[in-house]
């Protein structure tokens, strides 16, 4: 037995509790969770059934924690976990799994796989069998502060394009602020329309925000690898800035994984409650709506659906807002099939579109998301995660869909009514 | 005229018909072109700069150019490849440029805007920090642009 | 040990030895399986109505959304069995009158035609999810040794069972032994194989339920 495969596994079987023992018990093989499995549907391969993901986990479990089980590990009739049965599940732990959590919706006995598989990856990923490129980003957020190695700058950079678009000045570490605002690395790249549409709205509604210079990275890679330690740096670093600037209320951005990474995973890897408040954009937005804080004219006319990302909606609770916040702007907004607390994973979240090697299998998964948008023929597509975007376009462009994909909060910000204080915005 | 300022650099754009705002969104992506190795976004450029193009064109146009930007999206957890980005607001500019006329909008400004981006995205990969002139540049460009239309 | 004796011991000593080891056995699993505990969860809850462990406990039972049409033989043949099971064991005279033989507890028994019409569709019913699990890609990958050896416990106390009230195959008094038997083989077998899910279903809903609820989601 090689350092990181004993270190995996003892990881492993610290990561066992009661619910995990119930599971295993629990679990008849019927297959149900392969029915409710994108890469399972699309692919027709039954290794991609959620709960044969974690035989490894479970032999562990049954060897460690039951008596019949460590008779039968005493007697040779049950093998021990190897370190190449480990690099043979990195695939299906990894590539073929998103941590949307539909396998947890469906299983008749209960089984909540999704958290097996979260913790399953807390293992591998000790044992050294979690793909190499998101392992460099547990390197990169502590050496750089950032999973993708984003440093401050790049942030002074975008606040100073959205000063120019829209003539608000983007505050930077205010102590006393309402808000505190997350940013993922995704957005400061790839749609910096996000802070813009951001800053427009806490202007009209009148609020006070703030961006953290020492802790703005919503991304946490931590969560999709399965790696605690690097998750707690992160959260520690939106902690204490959120403590020293001693606001009320810290918006998780646009991003799925993040939120689920700071709102229901925060506290328990920093052992303690939060003294702050932690919303989604999303739950936001909906609250200023609810308030009378978010004034809106005109509507879209054209055809639009929404894409529920799965950490926020079955993963995370936040299921209506985005539906109120539609009807806000979209005068024909239909539902995608089974969409809500059923809806399809879009294939790219839980690290899965950072893994090269598990492009082709993301691919063909996305059909599964083709195939609900075919049955509704949209004309747009909104959504709320940036990573949701991007797998989004990614699939569109390679089965040649059609279909532009917009974020919920550059919609609803496209539709403020003008500032009440008159005069030209500066400049 | 002259400009000082964003209000008035996007006030004056807004004021522009589609294809004069194409033609000067041409000039703005033009300045960043060859932060760009893809040729879908250089000759999304180049169309818009000629001038006289089709409708269906355009599409066509619109369309290469927009796989090129989703081609050029990060991966969340991946390390950010700046000079990948650079690439990629140039796309989102050519995009702009060639934008169809029925979804125009101030298509010259989201082109200018976009420009700026990838001017920025470039000079982070320099290292040389996020200050740059394109603003002041896309500023007097604009002047010289209303400036050729007075005089003609 | 003549047909007789060895029904007397059945009867006897055989169902004393079973029930007590069954009752150990499910105690010393429950024990092994909860005993392990969980962590509190730190994060700030979110209170919606409907979305609790309790709820999922008896939401679960129901197919979510979508799900029927992608397996309805999973469902329709499970439900079947599973209630045709709870029918048979429970409202049938005689065993009611060995429950209460028992525990002292007892209630009125269903007549013995719609017994043996339930008897009938659960067995057609295990034949169906038999063969369901040799024919489908998924569960016949996913099966183990485990899985045919859980569906035989099962399968025969309901076979032989039938049989003898119906005075079929063996002699009467050997038939009633081979039912008792085999219901006493599936009691001592239960809390070791994958049957054990009658006992822990309850707990793995409670806890998936409770997991959920906590972001306030109704799953």
């Known amino acids: ?427 | 005229m002259s400009i000082h300022n964003d209000s008035e650099f996007k006030a004056a754009l807004e004021r522009l018909a589609p294809d004069r705002q194409r033609q000067v969104a041409a000039r703005f992506a033009r300045r960043v072109a060859d932060l760009s190795q893809d040729v879908r976004v250089k000759t999304a450029i180049e169309a818009a700069s000629r001038g006289g193009v089709s409708e269906a064109e355009l599409e066509v146009l619109h369309q290469a150019a927009n796989s090129a930007r989703v081609e050029s999206f990060t991966r969340c957890g991946m390390e950010a490849d700046w000079s990948d980005q650079t690439g990629h607001f140039v796309a989102k500019a050519a995009m702009a440029c060639v934008r169809p006329t029925a979804a125009a909008g101030n298509l010259a400004w989201d082109t200018a805007m976009h420009a700026r981006m990838a001017r920025t995205c470039q000079t982070i990969t320099e290292g040389t920090g996020t200050g740059n002139r394109e603003t002041e540049a896309q500023y007097r460009l604009l002047e010289d642009f209303l400036n050729q239309g007075v005089r003609t | 040990m003549t047909d007789i004796q060895l029904l007397t011991w059945a009867r006897g000593q055989g169902l004393d030895l079973a029930v007590a080891a069954f009752l150990f056995a499910v105690f010393w699993r429950l024990i092994e399986i909860y005993s392990l505990g969980r962590k509190q969860d730190l994060a700030a809850p979110r209170l919606v109505a409907g979305a609790s462990g309790w709820h999922t406990v008896l939401r679960r039972s129901l197919p979510p959304a979508g799900m029927l049409k992608r397996s309805p033989v999973s469902y329709f043949g499970g439900y079947l069995f599973h209630l045709g099971l709870a029918m048979v064991v429970l409202l049938f005279a005689p065993h009611i009158k060995l429950i209460e033989s028992l525990t002292g507890v007892s209630w009125p028994g269903l007549p013995s035609q719609f017994i043996d019409l339930a008897t009938v569709v659960t067995l057609a019913a295990l034949v169906v999810v038999l063969v369901d699990r040799m024919t489908k890609p998924v569960k016949r990958y996913l099966s183990t040794s485990g899985d045919w050896l859980a569906w035989l416990v099962t399968f025969l106390p309901v076979l032989t069972g039938w049989l003898a009230v119906r005075h079929l195959l063996l002699p009467y008094p050997t038939m009633l032994t081979v039912h008792i038997l085999s219901a006493e083989l599936l009691l001592v077998m239960l809390p070791f194989t994958k049957l054990f899910h009658a006992f822990t279903t309850f707990g793995s809903r409670w806890y998936n339920g409770t997991v959920n609820g906590h972001k306030g989601v109704a799953i």
């Open chain 1, 1 to 427: 037995m090689n350092a990181s495969l004993d270190k995996g596994v003892r990881v492993l079987k610290e990561m066992i509790d009661a619910p995990i023992a119930s599971y295993f018990a629990s679990c008849v093989h019927c297959g149900l969770c392969a029915e409710a499995c994108l890469f399972y549907t699309e692919t027709g391969d039954p290794k991609y059934t959620p709960i044969h993901k974690l035989a490894p986990m479970r032999r562990l479990y049954e060897q460690e924690y039951t008596l019949l089980g460590r008779l039968k590990k005493w007697l040779g009739i049950s093998p021990p976990v190897t370190d190449s049965e480990l690099g043979a599940w990195q695939e299906l732990v990894y590539n073929s799994c998103t941590l949307c959590g539909r396998c947890s919706a469906v299983c008749p006995v209960g089984n909540d796989i999704v958290y097996m598989v979260r913790k399953f990856r807390e293992g591998m990923a000790v044992a050294g069998h979690a793909p190499a490129g998101v392992i460099e980003a547990t390197r990169r957020t502590i050496d750089l502060g950032s999973p993708m190695g984003v440093k401050l700058h790049a942030v002074k950079a975008q606040m100073k394009h959205v000063e120019e678009e829209t003539g608000i000045a983007v505050p930077l570490d205010v102590e006393g602020a309402e808000y505190m605002v997350q940013l993922s690395s995704m957005e400061i790249i790839n749609f910096p329309e996000y802070l813009s549409a951001v800053a427009r709205i806490m202007q009209q509604a009148g609020k006070t925000w703030t961006l953290c210079s020492t802790g703005f990275e919503a991304t946490n890679a931590g969560i999709q690898i399965g790696v605690s330690d690097l998750a707690r740096t992160i959260v520690m670093r939106i902690v204490e800035g959120a403590e020293r600037l001693k606001v009320k209320t810290v918006i998780s951005p646009e991003c799925g994984h993040a939120y689920t990474a700071i709102r229901w995973e925060g506290p328990n890897l920093i052992g303690r409650p939060f003294t702050f408040r932690v919303q989604h954009i999303v739950e936001v937005l909906d609250e200023f709506r609810a308030q009378g804080l978010l004034k809106t004219q005109g509507m879209e006319t054209d055809r639009l659906t929404f894409h529920d990302p799965c950490q926020l909606a079955r993963r995370g609770g936040v299921i209506e807002p985005q539906r109120n916040l539609m009807r806000m702007v979209a005068k024909h907004f239909v539902e995608l099939p089974e969409a809500g607390l059923m809806n399809w994973c879009c294939g790219g979240g839980g690290g899965v579109s950072a893994n090269e090697e598990a492009d082709a299998l993301r691919l063909t998964a996305f059909k599964r998301k083709q195939s609900q948008l075919e049955a509704v023929h949209p004309d747009r597509l909104v959504t709320a995660c940036a990573v949701c975007r991007t797998t989004i376009e990614e699939g569109l462009e390679h089965y040649q869909m059609k279909l532009p994909v917009i974020g919920l909060t550059e919609l609803i910000a496209a539709h403020l009514t003008a500032p009440a204080a008159g005069g030209p915005e500066g400049g």
